[in-house]
C-alpha cells in the first residue's frame, strides 16, 4: 500500500511526499525481512524520473547497501529484475564522486536492458543512464543514446519515459544554440506531458527549459513571465531539488540583467551562515563575479582564496565552474588553467545550467577569457571567434558585447606580443630600434577605451585623487569611481596603482580636460 501511495503522490507532483512514502515502505519491509516487498519499494525510486529522488548532496547509504546485496542475489538469474536494481543504484548514487560508481551501474543497466529487448526495462535503463551521464559529464555518451532512443525509437515505450526523452531532447538544442528546432519540437512535448500524461512534474521542467530557452536569447522579461508560475509550482510540488534551483534560476537572471554586481553583498552574505549544503558552492562564484562587475577585485579576490573548491558534480556544476572561468578571467584566480581543461570537453555549447539558465553563454568565449589569461593567444583568438558566431546565432546581446570586446582585447594582446617579438629579433641583429608598447588605445573603438576613460586613466597616473578628478573634469565623484573601475576591468588590472604604470608604459599623450 505505501508504495503505491507513494506512485500516487508521485503522479499527483507530489515529490517529497512520494519519497517519504517509499522510505517508509522500505523500513517496515526490512523490520519484518521481507526482502521482496522491500525491493519492490526501493527499485520505485529508479522509475524513470527528471527530478533525482533526494535532496542535493543526499545519498541513502542504507537503500545503495540493500540494493548491492540483492543485485549479488539476483545475479544473472532474473535480468529484467537486475536492469531496475542496477538503473535505481545509478540514480541513488547520483551526486559528486559517487556518481562515478552510478555510472559504471548505468552502463551495466543499458547493456542488461538491450540484450533483454523489453521496452519497460529499455525505458528504464535509458532514463537512469541518461541521467548519470548528465551528472558526470559524459554529454557525447548521452547525446549517443539519447539520439539511438530517438531515432531508431522502440515500440511501446511508456509516455513517461517518451516525455522525458523529448525534454532532454529540447535541452541539447537550447545548449547547441538550435532555437528554431526547439520552438518547432516544444509543443509536442508539451502535449505529450499535458494531454497524454497529465504530468505536473513533466510539465514544470519543460516549464523552465522553455524560460531557459529565452534565457540564453536575452529575452529576459519573457523568460521571467514563465519562471515565476514555475517557482510557484516548485514550492507546492515540494520538488526534490527547489534550493539549489532557485539559486540558480536567480543569480542567472541577475546576470543577464547586469544586476549582479547589485546583489554581490547580499550575495556574500549567505557564505557566512549558508541555508542550504550547496550554497557555499554556488555563492561563492556568484559573489566572487558580482564584486569583479562592481569593480571591487580586492573583494574578489578575497572570496576565491577563502571559498574555492571544485564543485561537486551534480546538475548545478557548470553554474559555478562558468561563474569561476569569468572570475578567473579577470584575476588570474582562481587557477585559469584547471578551469579551462574543465570547459574544454564543451566547446560549441553554450553554458547551460542544468535545464534551467544561463550562467555565462557560449562556452567557447569563456575560454576564451582564460586563455587570454594563460596567454595563449591564439587559442583565445580561435575561441573567441567561434563563440560570437554561437551567441550570435542565438541572439543575446550582452554576451555578444562580451566577446566582441574579448576579441578586442586579443587582437591589442597579440598586437603587443607581436611588437616585443620584433624588438627582440630586431636586438638580436644588432639594431637600434625606439621600443614603444605596440597597444594603441583609441577613443573611436567601440570597446576600447572611451575619451572620457582615457582621461581618467591619464589623471589617476598623475596621482589624482577621485574627488580632484571630479573637480578637474567637471563630474561627480561616484561617476569617478564608476569610470575607474569600468578602466580596471576593461584592462584586467588591479589597483589604481598598477593604472598608472600602465599608462606610463603606453605614452599616453597629457588629458585635456573636457567639460560635463
Request: contains cysteine; glycine residues 8%; hydrophobic residues 50%.
Amino acid at each position: 500500500m505505501l508504495v503505491e501511495l507513494g506512485q500516487a503522490r508521485r503522479s499527483g507532483g507530489l515529490l517529497r511526499e512520494a519519497h517519504a512514502a517509499f522510505d517508509e515502505s522500505i523500513s517496515l519491509a526490512d523490520r519484518i525481512g521481507d526482502e521482496n516487498r522491500m525491493l519492490a519499494a526501493a527499485v520505485a525510486f529508479g522509475a524513470p524520473q527528471l527530478w533525482g529522488p533526494r535532496e542535493w548532496g543526499e545519498i541513502d547509504a542504507r537503500l545503495i547497501a540493500l540494493l548491492e546485496r540483492q543485485l549479488d542475489r539476483i545475479g544473472d538469474g532474473d535480468p529484467a529484475r537486475r536492469v531496475c536494481v542496477l538503473a535505481t543504484l545509478a540514480i541513488e548514487l547520483c551526486f559528486n564522486e559517487a556518481a562515478f560508481r552510478g555510472w559504471g551501474y548505468a552502463h551495466e543497466a543499458l547493456d542488461t536492458a538491450r540484450r533483454l529487448g523489453q521496452p519497460s526495462e529499455l525505458g528504464i535503463a535509458a532514463s537512469a543512464y541518461l541521467w548519470s551521464a548528465e551528472v558526470t559529464d559524459h554529454l557525447p555518451q548521452y547525446r549517443v543514446v539519447l539520439d539511438e532512443m530517438l531515432t531508431g525509437r522502440p515500440p511501446d515505450l511508456t509516455p513517461q519515459v517518451q516525455a522525458i526523452l523529448l525534454t532532454r531532447l529540447l535541452v541539447e538544442r537550447i545548449r547547441s544554440g538550435e532555437l528554431a528546432r526547439f520552438d518547432a519540437e516544444f509543443a509536442g512535448a508539451w502535449w505529450l506531458a499535458s494531454d497524454v500524461l497529465h504530468s505536473p512534474e513533466v510539465r514544470l521542467q519543460l516549464r523552465l527549459v522553455e524560460a531557459c530557452r529565452y534565457l540564453v536569447a536575452g529575452d529576459v522579461e519573457r523568460a521571467a513571465a514563465i519562471i515565476g508560475p514555475a517557482r510557484q509550482a516548485m514550492l507546492s510540488m515540494g520538488t526534490t531539488w527547489r534550493e539549489p534551483g532557485q539559486f540558480v534560476l536567480d543569480s542567472c537572471q541577475m546576470l543577464l540583467t547586469g544586476t549582479l554586481a547589485d546583489h554581490a553583498e547580499q550575495i556574500a552574505a549567505r557564505l557566512a551562515q549558508p541555508d542550504h549544503p550547496s550554497i557555499p558552492h554556488l555563492a561563492a562564484p556568484a559573489a566572487a563575479l558580482g564584486f569583479v562587475q562592481r569593480g571591487d577585485l580586492d573583494r574578489a579576490r578575497q572570496i576565491a582564496a577563502r571559498w574555492f573548491a571544485p564543485p561537486p558534480r551534480s546538475w548545478t556544476w557548470l553554474t559555478a565552474i562558468a561563474h569561476w572561468a569569468q572570475v578567473a578571467a579577470a584575476l588570474g584566480v582562481p587557477d585559469p588553467g584547471w578551469l579551462y581543461g574543465q570547459l574544454a570537453p564543451h566547446t560549441g555549447e553554450l553554458a547551460i545550467a542544468g535545464h534551467v539558465g544561463d550562467c555565462g553563454g557560449a562556452i567557447d568565449s569563456l575560454l576564451a577569457g582564460l586563455a587570454l589569461r594563460l596567454g595563449r593567444l591564439d587559442e583565445a583568438a580561435e575561441h573567441a571567434q567561434a563563440g560570437l558566431a554561437l551567441e550570435t546565432r542565438v541572439g543575446s546581446e550582452i554576451w555578444i558585447n562580451r566577446t566582441k570586446d574579448l576579441i578586442n582585447r586579443i587582437a591589442a594582446a597579440r598586437a603587443q606580443a607581436l611588437s616585443r617579438d620584433q624588438i627582440a629579433a630586431a636586438a638580436h641583429d644588432g639594431m637600434a630600434i625606439a621600443a614603444r608598447p605596440a597597444l594603441a588605445v583609441t577613443a573611436g573603438g567601440a570597446f576600447e577605451l572611451s575619451a572620457r576613460e582615457l582621461e581618467v586613466a591619464r589623471l589617476v597616473a598623475d596621482g589624482l585623487s577621485n574627488p580632484a578628478i571630479a573637480s578637474a573634469l567637471f563630474i561627480s565623484v561616484p561617476t569617478v569611481k564608476t569610470h575607474v573601475s569600468h578602466i580596471l576591468a576593461k584592462l584586467g588590472l588591479e589597483s589604481r596603482v598598477r593604472l598608472a604604470s600602465w599608462v606610463a608604459g603606453h605614452d599616453l599623450d597629457p588629458p585635456t580636460p573636457a567639460r560635463g
